[in-house]
């Protein structure tokens, strides 16, 4: 096993049949994280990236049956931030040395065109050395168009899953794969820095499903990843199903830093959300991305994605002094800076 993790390590590839075997065994894993750690450093050093996530609305239009704030969930609050929240969440963020803000929400048509280009547009002038990610779903290639041209950077659309078959287990049929893949490349296109993923253990998923997620990965070449376990939400469809695994999530890190050396890859709430430790495990195996909470408190509970979502501890933006501490003890220093991808 070992020699298969030194050829993903030299040639950033392997057959099917030895990415199964690899996804499948546990055996040489703190090998695997070393080499993962290895090549991270190689491009990016001990430098750990810092997004200021801002929550910006859990209205959605959509129904995904893993999610906590899908439209049919009756017992969401739902809650919309104002411009005058996001630019004040802006300013705590920049004090704290944020310089990429993220705005992330679910698929509310309140955010038209004219008012998300109007929020960054503001955030860039007030703002011109941070980065702006988007995060909002679904949209047409006029509306990435304009965003783009108001300013965003960025933006993050997960996948979710690569093949058709279960995509159609995890989403209504009003979504489709083709219309979501079909956004990324639109996105790519435009001239965003572009990141897709994946959550890992999410329901019916199969070893061929997580193969897949790689080599769609290998054809979009995104410049960020963003995956972590799949966690059961009570309130929804998908509640009594098993969480994924934070073992097999920090694998398939460590697999994907070394298939894309140079991709940003965030270690998610997710897996801080799965284990106490889980954010350090993450960037141990490869990760180079943290994204603390910069939502106000007020709502931070509301975007409640999956049970018992993290949102008050070292996660939050106010406690980045006790994250860079936490990084530091394992060997690692978050940097003040937007934290571009090195090369795509
Ligand atoms: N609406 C936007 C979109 O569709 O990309 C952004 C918000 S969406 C809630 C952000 C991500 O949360 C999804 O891409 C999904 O992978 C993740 N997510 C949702 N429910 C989850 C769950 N139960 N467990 C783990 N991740 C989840």
Redesign the pocket.
């Known amino acids: 096993m070992k020699n298969l993790i030194d050829k993903l390590r030299t040639t950033k590839d392997l057959s099917n049949d030895e990415l199964r075997e690899l996804i499948e065994s546990s055996e040489f894993d703190s090998y695997l994280f070393s080499v993962a750690d290895e090549v991270r450093r190689s491009v990016y050093g001990t430098d750990i990236y810092i997004r200021g996530l801002i929550e910006l609305t859990n209205y959605?239009k959509?129904d995904?049956y893993?999610?906590?704030?899908r439209r049919s969930n009756k017992c969401a609050e739902r809650y919309r931030l104002s411009k005058e929240d996001i630019m004040e969440c802006c300013k705590s963020g920049y004090e704290l040395g944020f310089r990429t803000f993220v705005l992330?929400?679910?698929?509310d048509a309140f955010f038209s065109d004219e008012i998300l280009c109007d929020i960054v547009s503001s955030i860039k002038k007030e703002y011109p050395d941070c980065a702006v990610t988007l995060?909002?779903?679904?949209r047409s290639y006029e509306s990435y168009k304009r965003l783009y041209d108001a300013g965003a950077d960025r933006y993050?659309?997960?996948h979710?899953t690569a093949l058709t078959e279960h995509y159609r287990r995890l989403h209504p049929d009003n979504m489709t794969l083709e219309n979501r893949k079909a956004c990324l490349f639109n996105l790519k296109e435009i001239g965003y820095q572009v990141g897709a993923?994946?959550?890992v253990g999410?329901p019916y998923q199969t070893t061929d499903n997580l193969i897949a997620d790689l080599r769609f990965l290998q054809e979009l070449q995104p410049s960020m990843i963003?995956i972590?376990?799949?966690?059961?939400?009570k309130d929804?469809p998908?509640k009594d199903f098993e969480n994924?695994s934070l073992e097999l999530s920090l694998r398939m890190l460590a697999i994907l830093r070394l298939m894309f050396p140079y991709a940003l890859l965030p270690s998610t709430t997710?897996l801080g959300t799965a284990d106490k430790d889980g954010r350090e495990k993450g960037i141990k195996a490869g990760g180079n991305v943290v994204m603390p909470n910069l939502s106000p408190s007020s709502v931070r509970k509301k975007y409640e994605?999956?049970d018992d979502k993290i949102c008050t501890g070292d996660e939050a933006a106010e406690s980045l002094l006790n994250l860079s501490k936490r990084m530091e003890s394992i060997g690692y220093k978050i940097v003040v800076s937007r934290g571009d991808v090195k090369k795509c």
């Open positions: 959605c959509n995904c893993y999610c906590g704030i992330q929400g679910g698929e995060s909002l779903g679904e993050l659309l997960r979710e993923g994946f959550m999410s963003g972590g376990p799949f966690l059961t939400h929804t998908f994924g997710a994605l999956y």
